[in-house]
């Protein structure tokens, strides 16, 4: 069956709907323009009018009367004068005419003379930099005119420039980020300091474009945002950077504010991390922000260099493995993410070789966030120990296609301390709190086309994904909510995005700890004699298996000795029973760490067979 043409106003309706708009508005404009003396008087007729009530309303009752004989004597007067009443039309028209009038102030031309002494200023100003000898019609010169050099220009209430237009000649060296820096740093400098000014440089049409940015919201605080798996809101930054909006809640408000997106997984351009700031400048607001985020979709391990108890809040909550604060503690859980990302590769490797689709087991993300790692280096090179770094070599590097996202956070000062792994494979970058052009330059790649202010807020920075544009980013307000100068307002968004503490295996409680015995273990009640004796899984990961939210109870053979029923206590991970309730094993004997061959220590306890060997990888606890 043949298929019918659309109609014509279907097939091309929108340009006549177009013409038909322009032929509308324009016969509105031609009937304006014809119809404006009209308008002026019926809007003077109104305004007499008003008048008039008002007059009536504010006269009082006892002198109405007179009031009403006195207008009812012009009436009769001009009513009985030789052409009267046409005197009297004409001048009620012209009375309405002048109450009619746009009493609109006229915008002034040109700028004022306040005005005109900035705009002379600057054009002197520029003169040095824009100004060449051999140029025949010179466009900046000692004693010339501003008015082709600004061809548009706009002043706040305060007087100060909100937006410039420069044209400059076509023989300055734009090109090169020496001579833009230079201007910009003028410009700055005469425009006013305290703000920030965005530069949009058009080298075919030699235009300079400085707008004045206003201040980015600095109050929104963490919360649920609607993002897709894989996505993490890093900030928020200026409507002209990114073409997306996220809807978000700014304390009794809704609004639109357009986000700064890292994507992250298997398909990730920029799988990993790298925060910098200053002390007190928000990089530790920043990663307990990706944490929150993260705990909707994976897993999470963090290593606080620093041990001020930042993320204190996040430990026995499901889905976080471990928080270390020690260099112990540090290297057996770095350890065991190098080997956990191994496993991952191996079963994506032998999963895709046979043509089936990836585990589940490697599907669920791994977040390893590290804050202040260069802590640990000198003290394990006091130690003679292996540092920390150099275990994040193989998730840095296989990483994405793992499944596993690393996100490390230092001060600016320490950047010469990273490894080389370190700052080779954390292609997203973010530099937070007041810092240099160089020191942006070195660590983005590229210098920010605003500039760079000395008294910003916490959380105020700027970001860079891979090779993309330098954005102004500020952090979502989310503290420490164990910190006394915390607002509640931030305190209880923060407790609200935290998932439950992990609950004891079987839903078991815990003995008190002093109650029991030197060599039973506080997690679960010994075993009656000649019964297998099971620990959680949980506890000692076998190397080459995933760590899941609920694992089974594994049976192990109890010790056939009559004597103590283990001789080495068993590690219980943190997640698996509160931290309050098991005491912490900080002796090396008593929680030995893996040897750089990467060989575990094993338990005192009979060898197990091969095929069901148990604890291959030691669990991690915060030593």
Sequence with gaps: MARRPLPRILSNGGAQLARSRELARTAADSATDILQPLITIARGLRRLAAAAGRRWAGTPKDRRGALLFVVATVFLVMALVPYGPLLAVVTLMAAAAWQGRDRTPPVPEGPDESQSRRLKSLYEALVPYFALAEDPDPLYAHGGTWEKAFPAYEFDDAGRFAHLVIRYPAHFTDGEAESRTRIEHLLAAKAGRGREYHFAWDEEANHLTVTVLPPLPAGIAAQRFVTAPGETVLGFTDPTSVART??????????????VVWRTGMRSTEPHLLALGQPG??????????????????????????????YACLLGRDGVLA?????????????????????????????????????????????ILLDRPSAFTHLAATG?????????????????????TVAVADQLDCLDLLSDAVRQYTRARVVLGSASADQLRAVLGAPPRTTPVEQVPAGRGYARLGTGPVHRIQVPATPDPHDDATSDAHRQ????????????????????????????????????????????????????????????????????????ARTAPVLIAPDAVPAKAVPALTAPEAAPALTASDTPVEAASPAPEPDTAAGAVPSLTKP
């Design 493 to 564: 968004a923060v407790l609200a995005l935290l998932p439950p503490r992990t609950e004891p295996a079987d839903g078991e409680t815990v003995p008190d700890p002093a109650l029991a015995g030197p060599d039973t273990d506080p997690a679960q009640p010994a075993p009656a004699p000649g019964e297998p004796e099971t620990v959680p899984a949980e506890a000692a990961p076998a190397r080459g298996e995933a760590r899941t939210a609920r694992a089974e109870p594994v049976p192990v053979p109890a010790d056939p000795r009559p004597a103590p």
């Design 246 to 259: 996220l809807p978000v809640t700014d304390g009794e408000e809704q609004r639109d504010v357009p986000p």
């Design 323 to 367: 928080v270390e604060c020690g260099l112990t503690g540090a290297l057996t859980s770095l350890e065991w993410a190098a080997h956990e990302t191994e496993r991952r590769l191996i079963a994506v490797s032998r999963a895709r070789q046979a043509g089936h689709p990836p585990p589940d087991d490697t599907k669920r993300p791994l977040w």
């Design 384 to 404: 003679d120990r292996r540092d920390p770094q150099s275990l994040l070599q193989v998730p840095l590097r296989h990483g994405r296609a793992a499944n596993v």
């Design 281 to 310: 400048s928000g990089t530790s607001t920043l990663l307990r922000s990706i944490a929150l985020q993260a705990l909707h979709h994976g897993d999470l391990l963090i290593v606080d260099g620093g041990g001020t108890g930042e």
